[in-house]
T-cell receptor, first 114, second 115 residues
Framework: KAGVTQTPRYLIKTRGQQVTLSCSPISGHRSVSWYQQTPGQGLQFLFEYFSETQRNKGNFPGRFSGRQFSNSRSEMNVSTLELGDSALYLC?????????????FGPGTRLTVL | AQKVTQAQTEISVVEKEDVTLDCVYETRDTTYYLFWYKQPPSGELVFLIRRNSFDEQNEISGRYSWNFQKSTSSFNFTITASQVVDSAVYFCALTQRGSASKIIFGSGTRLSIRP
């Protein structure tokens, strides 16, 4: 079974631009979560989507948004990029049918904002 | 509030030594889940184990073993006969019932195994 895939793997943007990251979950998984990893703040939860609806949200500004499609693929968008948005963005998927499902992570997208 | 503390920032041992990674957690919930993930240099978080708050049985999987003690709020991870391939950052994490997607991660322990 293929794992979680994320595209692109690396991205360089400049301040003020916007960016869209993509995540394809493990086949059959309906929940997709996004995390931001930085050296200073560590791993932080951004949001979770289940059946095309945002089910859970972390403490990030409204510049960070996401969506999920009917095939469970998810996209994350960051508008008006700031230098502090440079990070590794990790996507995780789980079956999602219960609140106890284990999440499996993708390889991440490394975003650099110049 | 929920919190996971991994006091060991970095550990370096020689191959074949045993090494224990410490994890202490805080939560007011009676139902919660604890995890260990491994992050090799490639960046992907690899799931290692999940333990629920009602199961204090220790677990062994090959060279890996986990010691869960509710009395001390600890969930420690031991690698026996370490190998160079074990070099990675290891994260301990916590979720609560009803919010399994919102994982609270510790700051991670960077483990280096020297040949």
């Amino acid at each position: 079974k293929a794992g979680v895939t994320q595209t692109p793997r690396y991205l360089i943007k400049t301040r003020g631009q916007q960016v869209t990251l993509s995540c394809s979950p493990i086949s059959g998984h309906r929940s997709v979560s996004w995390y931001q990893q930085t050296p200073g703040q560590g791993l932080q939860f951004l949001f979770e989507y289940f059946s095309e609806t945002q089910r859970n949200k972390g403490n990030f500004p409204g510049r960070f948004s996401g969506r999920q499609f009917s095939n469970s693929r998810s996209e994350m968008n960051v508008s008006t990029l700031e230098l502090g948005d440079s990070a590794l963005y990790l996507c995780a998927s789980s079956a999602g049918s219960t609140s106890t499902d284990t999440q499996y992570f993708g390889p991440g997208t490394r975003l650099t904002v110049l | 509030a929920q919190k996971v503390t991994q006091a060991q920032t970095e550990i370096s041992v020689v191959e074949k030594e045993d090494v224990t990674l410490d994890c202490v957690y805080e939560t007011r919930d009676t139902t919660y889940y604890l995890f260990w993930y491994k992050q090799p240099p490639s960046g992907e978080l690899v799931f290692l184990i999940r333990r629920n708050s009602f199961d204090e049985q220790n677990e062994i999987s090959g060279r890996y073993s986990w010691n869960f003690q509710k009395s001390t709020s600890s969930f420690n991870f031991t690698i026996t006969a370490s190998q160079v391939v074990d070099s990675a950052v290891y994260f301990c994490a916590l979720t609560q019932r009803g919010s399994a997607s919102k994982i609270i991660f510790g700051s991670g322990t960077r483990l280096s195994i020297r040949p």
